[in-house]
């Protein structure tokens, strides 16, 4: 989440595709995610611009 002038913004994506995830599947996507698809203020920023 990010603090701005309008209030909090939600730093997210809003599509994670189909299905359900149990707690270990969680867990395990969790601890082997990818980094560099992490939302980011500058992400979100980039995407508004578009």
Do not use: F
């Amino acid at each position: 989440m990010d603090l701005t002038e309008r209030g909090w913004h939600h730093l997210d994506y809003h599509d994670y595709g189909p299905g359900d995830v149990d707690d270990d599947e969680y867990a395990r996507l969790y601890r082997e995610r990818d980094h560099s698809k992490v939302v980011t203020r500058e992400m979100v920023e980039r995407a508004a611009c578009a």
